[in-house]
Antibody, heavy 121, light 107 residues
Framework: EVQLVESGGGLVQPGGSLRLSCAAS????????MDWVRQAPGKGLEWVGR??????????EYAASVKGRFTISRDDSKNSLYLQMNSLKTEDTAVYYC????????????WGQGTLVTVSS | DIQMTQSPSAMSASVGDRVTITCRAS??????LAWFQQKPGKVPKRLIY???SLQSGVPSRFSGSGSGTEFTLTISSLQPEDFATYYC?????????FGQGTKVEIK
């Protein structure tokens, strides 16, 4: 069974940093592209960024709203995905989901349960 | 960036109704379009990928169609468990972008 479990959310002050983790199981993690998607309270879904797999050099893509502040990485030996968030702003407050892309390139066939990040003073 | 516009933003419908939700892209995206369902407090769930392919385990009353700039999600006979918010997503180019959502409520 595919499982994605996020952790690391919490309360952080504006300008602070936080690192989210996503532990994957039930599939060959190293084969898949992985994404982060967020949802601000009461709002819609927003794609944050993607990491490709080893075969595609672990390259990354980011939404303009987070580029230069957020970094996506992965450790295939630990079946884990990460989101390093720096220079956090109040508008980064959201539930952050990790999501898997299918082996055929179609996005978000499985999602984690999400972790809440609150940026507030 | 490609803008995805869903219509309607909200709707009321009755059990058994046929429901159609439209998603328009600001430029052509071929068939790189997926649909998601999200119930309150729950994780989004993929219903449709590649515009018209039904996700495994999703009831056949859900269907998708379209190519280029106009897409539809159809629920052939609305069931009580289908009351939710639906989102389209384009993944033709970066940044991947979602529609604003369509909330389907009970009439």
């Amino acid at each position: 069974e595919v499982q994605l479990v996020e952790s690391g959310g919490g309360l952080v002050q504006p300008g602070g940093s936080l690192r989210l983790s996503c532990a994957a199981s039930g599939f060959t993690f190293s084969d898949h592209y992985m994404d982060w998607v967020r949802q601000a309270p009461g709002k819609g879904l927003e794609w944050v960024g993607r990491t490709r797999n080893k075969a595609n050099s672990y390259t990354t893509e980011y939404a303009a709203s987070v580029k230069g502040r957020f970094t996506i990485s992965r450790d295939d030996s630990k079946n884990s995905l990460y989101l390093q968030m720096n220079s956090l702003k109040t508008e980064d407050t959201a539930v952050y989901y990790c999501a898997r892309d299918s082996p055929y390139g179609d996005p978000f066939d499985y999602w984690g349960q999400g972790t809440l990040v609150t940026v507030s003073s | 960036d490609i803008q995805m516009t869903q219509s309607p933003s909200a709707m009321s419908a009755s059990v058994g109704d046929r429901v159609t939700i439209t998603c328009r892209a600001s430029q052509g995206i071929s068939n790189y379009l997926a649909w998601f369902q999200q119930k309150p407090g729950k994780v989004p769930k993929r219903l449709i990928y590649a515009s018209s392919s039904l996700q495994s385990g999703v009831p056949s009353r859900f269907s998708g169609s379209g190519s280029g700039t106009e897409f539809t999600l159809t629920i052939s006979s609305l069931q009580p468990e289908d009351f939710a918010t639906y989102y389209c997503l384009q993944h033709n180019s970066y940044p991947q972008t979602f529609g604003q959502g369509t909330k389907v409520e009970i009439k």
